[in-house]
Each structure stands twice: as C-alpha cells, then as structure tokens.
C-alpha cells in the first residue's frame, strides 16, 4: 500500500500504553485504546538521511505510523492522543474494519490544537496517496492538498507557514458561510434576508 525506499522502513510496533499512561483523563483514553486499536507501528521514517529530502525548512522529518483497527471508522481522539505523546510530524494510516483513512495534523505556533486533515478510501487497493515530494515541507504540503480534496494549497515560493495560515483563514470563511446559510433558512424578514443573502454571494466569491 506504501510504496517507499527500504531505506525509510522503520517497522517498529510501538505500544499503545505510552500513550496514555501519564496523561489527563488516561482511564477514558485507555478504555478507547483498549476497545479500538489492535497494533500501532512506526512504519517509516522521512528524512535527508532515509529518502531524497534537502534539509532545511520548517519540518525536520516526517514519520508514518500504521495502526490496525478493531473500530469501523477513527476516533479523533487517537490520532489527538499519539500525536501528544510522540510530538513529531506524523502521517497517521489507518486499517479500519471497513477500509483505509489516512489522517494529517498540524498546528501553528500561535495555535493550542492541531487541525486535522484526513481521507477515506473503501480497500486498501485503493489508497492513492502521492507520498513523494524534495523535502519534508513539501511533502506536508503535498499531503495536505490531497487530504483537503485540493482545497489547501501553497502558491509559488509561499512557505508552509504561510500557507498553513492562508487555510485557517479558508476553514473560518466556510464556517461563517455555513452559519450565514442557516440564519438565511431562519429568516423571516425579508430586508435581513436580503442582507444575509448578500453576505453569502460574498463569502462564496472569495473562496472561488
């Protein structure tokens, strides 16, 4: 399902109870870890020294971890809980009792949480993700547009950063668009109608 040099292949299981034990709230965690995931490994490592990455940029490495489900579909909470303990890039695969779905966060430093990328394929034949890129940022780039269904995106010499921004700024412009189509279902006044039907026409032309 990955195609990667030999070269990056970790294949290393990783035992689930490093993350949770310690942590605020370990009972449920544990409860959802023991109820969820069958395995966790650390399937492959992204770096200078393991594929052909310059150095240099905002991300160091990129690793990717392959995790079995018991569960038909991911609990954000797993993805939130490994990420914490690990506190590195991680591209997250997961086998689900009904297919793959391939999970992405990242968080600017500015931001308390991680947003969280992710997609869903039916068989594992049918997981498509383009994992080559020349260089770590790039790569995170890539996933994300693949992941966002190309929505994100990183024009020209803009750095990941940069980027990063520009789609929090693109999720807060949907949101809002989304909040403004229901007040407009809502309304009775024709006049705030109108108002709120003029709004949407521009939320919708700026994320055009």
Known sequence: MINLPPTARVNRPLAK???????????????????????????????????????GGEVPEVEIFETTLS?????????????????????????????VEAWFGYRLPDEKTRRYYHRAWRFATDFDLDLSANSADAFCVSIL??????????KGNETL??????????????????ALKRKFKSERQMNRKYEIGRQIKELEKGLS
């Open 145 to 154: 547009r693949q992941l966002s269904e190309n929505k994100f995106e990183a």
């Open 71 to 99: 569960a038909r579909a991911v609990d954000e909470r797993i993805v939130r809980a490994i990420d914490a303990a690990v506190k590195v890039t991680v591209l997250h695969v997961f086998t689900t009792a009904r297919g």
């Open 161 to 178: 950063k940069t980027a990063l921004e520009k789609d929090a700024r693109r999720i807060a412009k949907e949101k809002q668009l989304a």
């Open 17 to 55: 109870e490093r993350f949770y034990q310690g942590v605020s709230g370990a009972t449920k965690l544990k409860e959802l870890f023991t109820r969820d995931v069958e395995r966790i490994r650390w399937g492959w490592k992204l770096s200078p020294k393991t594929v052909s990455f310059t150095a």
